[in-house]
Protein backbone atom coordinates (compact mmCIF):
# COMPACT_ATOMS: atom_id res chain seq x y z
CA UNK A 1 0.00 0.00 0.00
CA UNK A 2 2.14 2.92 -1.17
CA UNK A 3 -0.69 5.23 -0.38
CA UNK A 4 -0.13 8.39 -2.51
CA UNK A 5 2.54 8.96 -5.16
CA UNK A 6 3.86 11.86 -6.93
CA UNK A 7 6.17 11.86 -10.08
CA UNK A 8 8.65 13.67 -10.50
CA UNK A 9 10.60 14.41 -7.49
CA UNK A 10 12.47 17.02 -8.80
CA UNK A 11 12.12 19.14 -12.32
CA UNK A 12 13.91 22.23 -13.37
CA UNK A 13 12.19 24.05 -16.50
CA UNK A 14 12.81 26.47 -18.78
CA UNK A 15 9.98 29.38 -18.83
CA UNK A 16 7.49 28.70 -21.51
CA UNK A 17 8.35 24.63 -21.48
CA UNK A 18 5.52 22.17 -20.44
CA UNK A 19 4.95 19.51 -18.04
CA UNK A 20 2.73 17.05 -16.26
CA UNK A 21 3.05 16.15 -12.48
CA UNK A 22 1.19 12.90 -11.78
CA UNK A 23 -0.45 11.91 -8.60
CA UNK A 24 -1.29 8.57 -7.98
CA UNK A 25 -3.11 7.23 -4.76
CA UNK A 26 -4.18 3.58 -4.00
CA UNK A 27 -6.53 3.65 -1.24
CA UNK A 28 -9.63 3.82 -3.70
CA UNK A 29 -10.30 7.33 -2.47
CA UNK A 30 -12.99 9.69 -4.23
CA UNK A 31 -11.79 13.21 -3.70
CA UNK A 32 -8.04 14.69 -4.90
CA UNK A 33 -6.37 17.66 -4.56
CA UNK A 34 -3.32 19.73 -6.01
CA UNK A 35 -1.78 22.35 -3.30
CA UNK A 36 1.26 24.56 -3.98
CA UNK A 37 3.51 25.55 -1.23
CA UNK A 38 5.50 28.83 -1.76
CA UNK A 39 8.38 29.52 1.16
CA UNK A 40 7.31 30.73 3.89
CA UNK A 41 3.44 30.08 3.46
CA UNK A 42 0.86 27.42 3.74
CA UNK A 43 -0.74 25.16 1.15
CA UNK A 44 -2.52 26.78 -1.39
CA UNK A 45 -5.29 24.69 -3.16
CA UNK A 46 -5.05 24.98 -7.03
CA UNK A 47 -7.82 22.49 -8.34
CA UNK A 48 -9.68 19.35 -6.79
CA UNK A 49 -11.68 16.61 -8.27
CA UNK A 50 -14.59 15.17 -6.46
CA UNK A 51 -14.46 12.21 -8.57
CA UNK A 52 -13.38 10.24 -11.87
CA UNK A 53 -14.05 12.49 -14.48
CA UNK A 54 -14.67 15.63 -12.76
CA UNK A 55 -12.30 18.53 -11.88
CA UNK A 56 -12.88 21.97 -9.91
CA UNK A 57 -10.45 25.14 -9.73
CA UNK A 58 -9.20 25.90 -6.24
CA UNK A 59 -8.10 29.31 -4.98
CA UNK A 60 -5.09 30.04 -7.70
CA UNK A 61 -5.55 27.92 -10.74
CA UNK A 62 -4.53 30.31 -13.34
CA UNK A 63 -1.29 28.77 -15.42
CA UNK A 64 -2.40 24.93 -15.13
CA UNK A 65 -5.23 22.43 -15.82
CA UNK A 66 -5.80 19.04 -14.40
CA UNK A 67 -7.29 15.76 -15.68
CA UNK A 68 -9.02 12.67 -13.69
CA UNK A 69 -9.49 10.20 -16.11
CA UNK A 70 -8.56 7.32 -13.69
CA UNK A 71 -9.79 7.24 -10.01
CA UNK A 72 -6.45 6.75 -8.83
CA UNK A 73 -4.78 9.24 -10.74
CA UNK A 74 -4.94 13.00 -10.84
CA UNK A 75 -2.77 15.23 -13.45
CA UNK A 76 -1.99 18.27 -12.73
CA UNK A 77 -0.42 20.15 -16.30
CA UNK A 78 1.82 23.57 -16.78
CA UNK A 79 1.31 24.16 -20.21
CA UNK A 80 3.62 27.32 -20.16
CA UNK A 81 5.49 27.24 -17.29
CA UNK A 82 6.42 30.46 -15.66
CA UNK A 83 9.26 31.60 -13.01
CA UNK A 84 5.84 32.71 -10.49
CA UNK A 85 5.16 28.95 -10.95
CA UNK A 86 8.34 27.66 -8.61
CA UNK A 87 6.94 26.08 -5.81
CA UNK A 88 6.90 22.99 -4.47
CA UNK A 89 3.69 20.96 -5.21
CA UNK A 90 1.56 18.71 -3.22
CA UNK A 91 -1.33 16.43 -3.84
CA UNK A 92 -3.87 15.31 -1.35
CA UNK A 93 -6.69 12.42 -1.30
CA UNK A 94 -9.32 11.75 0.79
CA UNK A 95 -12.91 9.59 1.55
CA UNK A 96 -16.06 11.28 0.27
CA UNK A 97 -16.18 13.17 3.64
CA UNK A 98 -19.17 12.20 6.21
CA UNK A 99 -17.94 8.77 5.61
CA UNK A 100 -15.52 7.30 8.33
CA UNK A 101 -12.50 8.70 7.88
CA UNK A 102 -13.47 10.85 5.75
CA UNK A 103 -12.09 13.76 7.08
CA UNK A 104 -8.10 12.89 6.72
CA UNK A 105 -6.42 14.24 3.28
CA UNK A 106 -3.47 12.10 2.76
CA UNK A 107 -0.61 14.00 1.36
CA UNK A 108 2.01 12.63 -1.35
CA UNK A 109 5.60 13.69 -0.63
CA UNK A 110 5.88 16.94 -3.12
CA UNK A 111 7.09 17.52 -6.39
CA UNK A 112 9.69 20.93 -5.91
CA UNK A 113 9.72 22.52 -9.08
CA UNK A 114 12.28 25.25 -10.60
CA UNK A 115 11.54 27.78 -13.37
CA UNK A 116 14.09 29.39 -14.82
CA UNK B 1 -9.58 38.17 5.71
CA UNK B 2 -7.19 35.58 6.78
CA UNK B 3 -9.09 32.04 7.92
CA UNK B 4 -6.47 30.64 9.51
CA UNK B 5 -3.92 32.95 11.67
CA UNK B 6 -1.13 31.11 13.04
CA UNK B 7 1.22 34.50 14.75
CA UNK B 8 4.24 32.77 15.69
CA UNK B 9 6.15 32.40 12.85
CA UNK B 10 9.41 30.45 15.03
CA UNK B 11 9.31 29.15 19.11
CA UNK B 12 12.17 27.26 20.66
CA UNK B 13 11.24 24.64 23.27
CA UNK B 14 13.73 22.94 25.30
CA UNK B 15 13.83 19.23 25.17
CA UNK B 16 11.52 17.26 27.70
CA UNK B 17 9.58 20.24 28.04
CA UNK B 18 5.84 20.98 26.73
CA UNK B 19 4.51 23.87 23.90
CA UNK B 20 1.81 25.46 22.81
CA UNK B 21 1.59 26.64 19.10
CA UNK B 22 -1.52 28.95 18.40
CA UNK B 23 -4.17 29.22 15.81
CA UNK B 24 -7.10 31.37 15.18
CA UNK B 25 -9.62 30.83 12.82
CA UNK B 26 -12.67 32.69 11.29
CA UNK B 27 -15.67 30.61 9.43
CA UNK B 28 -19.82 31.75 9.46
CA UNK B 29 -19.96 27.83 8.76
CA UNK B 30 -21.26 26.15 11.99
CA UNK B 31 -19.77 22.65 10.73
CA UNK B 32 -16.01 22.58 10.35
CA UNK B 33 -12.84 20.45 11.37
CA UNK B 34 -9.48 21.49 12.45
CA UNK B 35 -6.53 20.19 11.78
CA UNK B 36 -2.82 20.27 12.51
CA UNK B 37 0.27 19.01 9.84
CA UNK B 38 4.07 18.44 10.77
CA UNK B 39 6.40 18.82 7.68
CA UNK B 40 9.52 18.13 8.62
CA UNK B 41 12.66 19.43 7.16
CA UNK B 42 12.49 15.85 4.56
CA UNK B 43 9.16 18.22 3.10
CA UNK B 44 6.38 15.43 3.52
CA UNK B 45 2.95 16.45 5.19
CA UNK B 46 1.94 14.27 8.47
CA UNK B 47 -1.10 14.36 9.48
CA UNK B 48 -1.75 14.78 13.53
CA UNK B 49 -4.72 15.43 15.07
CA UNK B 50 -8.34 17.10 14.10
CA UNK B 51 -10.97 18.35 15.82
CA UNK B 52 -14.53 18.39 14.43
CA UNK B 53 -16.93 21.36 15.05
CA UNK B 54 -19.32 19.38 17.10
CA UNK B 55 -17.06 17.28 19.07
CA UNK B 56 -17.60 17.55 22.64
CA UNK B 57 -14.27 16.99 23.88
CA UNK B 58 -10.78 18.30 23.36
CA UNK B 59 -8.94 16.27 20.64
CA UNK B 60 -5.73 14.03 21.69
CA UNK B 61 -3.44 11.71 19.83
CA UNK B 62 -0.47 10.26 22.20
CA UNK B 63 1.78 13.68 22.81
CA UNK B 64 -0.50 15.52 20.79
CA UNK B 65 -3.37 17.76 22.10
CA UNK B 66 -6.00 20.36 20.27
CA UNK B 67 -6.96 23.18 22.82
CA UNK B 68 -10.23 23.88 21.09
CA UNK B 69 -11.90 27.01 22.59
CA UNK B 70 -14.76 27.45 20.04
CA UNK B 71 -16.58 30.87 21.82
CA UNK B 72 -12.61 32.25 21.27
CA UNK B 73 -12.00 30.44 17.40
CA UNK B 74 -9.04 29.04 18.51
CA UNK B 75 -7.33 25.65 18.12
CA UNK B 76 -3.98 25.37 19.75
CA UNK B 77 -1.79 22.75 19.83
CA UNK B 78 -0.04 21.16 22.77
CA UNK B 79 2.82 18.97 22.52
CA UNK B 80 3.52 17.63 25.91
CA UNK B 81 7.30 16.09 26.66
CA UNK B 82 9.02 17.76 23.74
CA UNK B 83 11.93 15.53 21.34
CA UNK B 84 14.40 16.45 19.29
CA UNK B 85 12.34 14.79 16.52
CA UNK B 86 9.47 17.57 16.95
CA UNK B 87 11.34 19.68 15.34
CA UNK B 88 9.87 20.69 12.37
CA UNK B 89 6.90 23.13 10.64
CA UNK B 90 3.27 23.07 12.18
CA UNK B 91 0.36 23.82 9.99
CA UNK B 92 -2.81 24.80 11.20
CA UNK B 93 -5.48 24.03 8.72
CA UNK B 94 -9.57 24.35 8.31
CA UNK B 95 -11.94 22.41 6.24
CA UNK B 96 -15.58 24.00 5.86
CA UNK B 97 -18.61 21.99 5.44
CA UNK B 98 -20.30 24.40 3.53
CA UNK B 99 -18.05 24.03 0.90
CA UNK B 100 -18.34 21.13 -1.54
CA UNK B 101 -14.74 20.86 -2.31
CA UNK B 102 -13.66 20.22 1.60
CA UNK B 103 -10.31 21.71 1.00
CA UNK B 104 -7.86 22.18 3.56
CA UNK B 105 -7.26 26.28 4.41
CA UNK B 106 -3.86 26.46 5.57
CA UNK B 107 -2.56 29.03 7.80
CA UNK B 108 1.44 30.29 7.25
CA UNK B 109 3.00 27.65 9.57
CA UNK B 110 4.99 27.96 12.90
CA UNK B 111 8.70 26.49 12.93
CA UNK B 112 9.59 24.86 16.10
CA UNK B 113 12.73 24.07 17.04
CA UNK B 114 13.40 21.54 20.09
CA UNK B 115 16.94 22.27 22.01
CA UNK B 116 18.69 19.81 23.74
Known amino acids: NAGVTQTPKFRVLKTGQSMTLLCAQDMNHEYMYWYRQDPGMGLRLIHYSVGEGTTAKGEVPDGYNVSRLKKQNFLLGLESAAPSQTSVYFC???????????????FGPGTRLTVT | AQKITQTQPGMFVQEKEAVTLDCTYD???????LFWYKQPSSGEMIFLIY??????QNATEGRYSLNFQKARKSANLVISASQLGDSAMYFC?????????????FGSGTRLLVRP
Open chain 2, 93 to 105: AMREGLDSSYKLI
Open chain 2, 51 to 56: QGSYDQ
Open chain 1, 92 to 106: ASSQRPGTPWGYEQY
Open chain 2, 27 to 33: TSDPSYG
